[in-house]
């Protein structure tokens, strides 16, 4: 079996990389470094990686035509919020048409695939007050960040029904665990949080820390990306979350008391754009056969000791 992994020197996308090579896949990644390490690959010895911009069309084009692989999974993005807001145009560029490029190239060439599946956000459904969201809740895109990637799950999904390909998106929540980068003005706030304790920093709080959110640990992520991409899915959205809504305060507690570290705290204003709850529901994963195997305090335990 033949995998390509865009994004697959990044946080999520390198860890989905090492658990495919362990089953046996040959994988493919391609990745501009934008974000990712070539260190964050374990096993880079076999793995086959191309330092390449996923907008690049003539090199996208010539690698699936070359490998014909079995199974695309799209992680290559402009991955946050804020930055997209910086950067709308280019974000259009990365999260939106280079994806939509690819199934017009996938679908013109004939090319069969297994899966295609493409990583959506969370972010989708907004600040609307409907909790736990459900993959079929209303969504409420609010960024340029979140309007690509409503807009290429639609994308995805309807060529996929319109033309036969196997296609299926999913949700992340808030991802943490070891690899994902720190000192990004823009990095998870686990991350964040992990430098802080470790470093004796202080840490800013946007707001009074109230907020709630579904963090997740990668190990569990990539269990869920496995079940989806092996399970019968089709033209269908997943959430991948841990189903369990925690706020901030909780997390930056149970963070001190895991560590035995005490957390320096300056409190500021709440972020422009913030979403105030989030939470999941995870029954259609779990009907998959989706267990989570990493509650918070085992997977932060984990990222602190490991991460
Ligand atoms: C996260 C994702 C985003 C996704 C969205 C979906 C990350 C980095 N971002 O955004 O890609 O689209 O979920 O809902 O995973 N915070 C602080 N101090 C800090 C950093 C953050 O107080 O230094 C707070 C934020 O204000 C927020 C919470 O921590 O309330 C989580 O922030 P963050 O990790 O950036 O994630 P989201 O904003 O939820």
């Known amino acids: 079996m033949k995998a390509l ?19 046996g896949f040959e994988v493919i990644v391609v990745d501009d470094l934008s974000m990712g390490k070539i260190d964050n690959i374990e096993n880079i010895d076999i793995v086959k990686l191309y330092v390449e911009d996923v907008r690049n069309q003539d090199f996208m084009r010539g690698l699936l035509l070359r490998e014909r692989f079995d199974y695309i999974y799209y992680l ?6 804020a930055d997209s807001i910086e950067r709308p145009e280019e974000t259009h560029e990365i999260n939106h048409n280079a994806v939509l490029k690819m199934l017009e190239f996938i679908r013109c060439s004939n090319l069969s695939i297994k899966k295609f599946l493409f990583t959506s956000s969370a972010a989708v459904y907004g600040n609307l007050s409907e909790l736990p969201k459900r993959e079929d809740s209303r969504v409420d895109p609010l960024s340029p960040y979140a309007i690509d990637k409503y807009a290429t799950e639609r994308y995805v999904l309807t060529y996929g029904e319109l033309y036969g390909l196997p296609t299926v998106c999913v949700r992340f929540f808030n991802v943490y665990g070891p690899r994902q980068n720190p000192s990004s003005p823009y990095s998870g706030v686990l991350s964040i949080l992990t430098n802080c304790l470790k470093r004796d920093e202080q840490f800013t709080l946007y707001g009074d820390g109230k907020q709630t959110r579904d963090f997740v640990y990668v190990e ?16 269908e959205v997943f959430n991948v979350a841990n189903g369990l809504e925690l706020s901030l305060q909780t997390i930056m507690t149970t963070y001190e008391r895991i560590t035995g570290c005490k957390l320096k705290v300056s409190c500021t204003g709440g972020r422009v754009g913030e979403v105030t709850r989030s939470v999941a529901n995870i029954s259609k994963l779990a009907d998959l056969g989706y267990k989570t195997h990493w509650p918070l305090e085992r997977g932060l335990t984990q990222y602190w000791e490991g991460g």
């Open 220 to 235: 569990d992520v990539i269990q869920a990306l496995w079940l989806i991409s092996e399970k019968e899915t089709s033209h």
């Open 76 to 81: 290559a993005a402009v991955a946050s919020v």
């Open 5 to 23: 992994v865009t994004g697959g020197a990044g946080f999520i996308g390198s860890h989905l990389v090492d658990y495919l090579v362990k089953q």
